[in-house]
């Protein structure tokens, strides 16, 4: 892979996770709406300001090809319904207070982004690549145990979103068109959920000439930017890589729980955490010397 290809990847994946990191504010500022509801107008707005966006950034061809393919709509079908998923879960268990459990599924993620991309895409990891792994897992395993139960909501969130940047990396189309056509095959569930629901606390009057709604509609510019870069990261670094900087966001999560919303973090899991940043410094270690040696190659 060609070295300014590797970086613009990196400066893309830096700018999605930076800002998954500090998104849990956005929905702490919608506390008071439903989960369902939050994530009802997460695609209603995503899916309208993603097509205004696709008017200005042009994708020459994306439609010939989605109605040349139809079995990529049932691929992008798919891959909207595991993002579905992870958003829901992901609004829930940070307004119920469960800040450091959705941390914990991240850091997860990355080590199933990991062993997807050696089982299903043939990836090979360096030595110091196994290293990071290794010490990332023991953490993972470590925190996992200081638990004492299975972390439900942590493996949902890695799972679902593992998958999803799987199918997204293997699906040939490009990251706009994908993320708006992902959102249009969801408006339909959307709209019946609101029909089925008329008495949904988003739907009513008063709240509508609120200022909660505005932050409502910022949902859909707030999904689209990071999803963008993220999409566009993955076609752009080895799945491998990619997941290890996903260590960013629920780093920056944690300490938001920790710092902000006063939720505690035990000497245990300060340590098991100790041992996955570990992991992250030595795999970054290992880029950077890797994209050094390609540059003077």
């Not at 706009?176 to 009057?205: K, R």
């Amino acid at each position: 892979m060609h070295p300014a290809n590797l970086r613009k990847g990196y400066l893309l994946g830096l700018g999605a996770y930076v800002s998954w990191g500090f998104i849990p504010l956005y929905f702490k500022a919608l506390h008071s709406v439903a989960p369902v509801e939050i994530i009802v107008h997460r695609v209603l707005w995503s899916a309208l300001f993603g097509s205004l966006l696709l008017l200005f950034w042009k994708h020459p061809g994306w439609w010939r090809e989605l109605r040349e393919n139809p079995q990529r709509l049932a691929i992008l079908a798919l891959s909207g319904s595991l993002i579905a998923g992870n958003w829901l879960v992901y609004v829930w268990a940070v307004n119920d207070g469960r800040m450091l459990e959705a941390s914990l599924g991240y850091y997860i993620n990355p080590l199933v982004n990991v062993l997807l991309g050696m089982l299903v895409l043939g990836e090979r990891l360096r030595r110091l690549q196994w290293l990071a792994v290794g010490l990332a897992l023991f953490g993972v395993l470590q925190q996992l145990w200081q638990l004492g139960s299975l972390p439900w909501v942590s493996l949902a969130l890695a799972l679902s979103f593992g998958f999803y940047g799987l199918i997204r990396k293997r699906a040939p189309v490009a990251a706009l068109p994908g993320l708006v056509v992902e959102t249009w095959l969801l408006v339909p569930i959307a709209l019946g959920w609101a029909l089925l629901h008329p008495a949904a606390q988003s739907l009513q009057g008063d709240f509508l000439t609120s200022t909660e709604v505005l932050w409502l509609v910022a949902a859909g510019p707030i999904t689209l930017a990071p999803l963008i870069c993220f999409n566009a990261a993955a076609r752009h670094l080895p799945y491998t890589s990619l997941g290890f900087l996903q260590y960013l966001a629920p780093t920056i999560v944690l300490i938001l729980a920790v710092t902000v919303f006063d939720e505690q973090l035990s000497g245990p899991a300060l340590a098991s955490f100790a041992f996955i940043w570990l992991g992250l410094v030595i795999y970054s270690l290992d880029i950077w010397l890797n994209l050094k040696r390609r540059a003077q190659g």
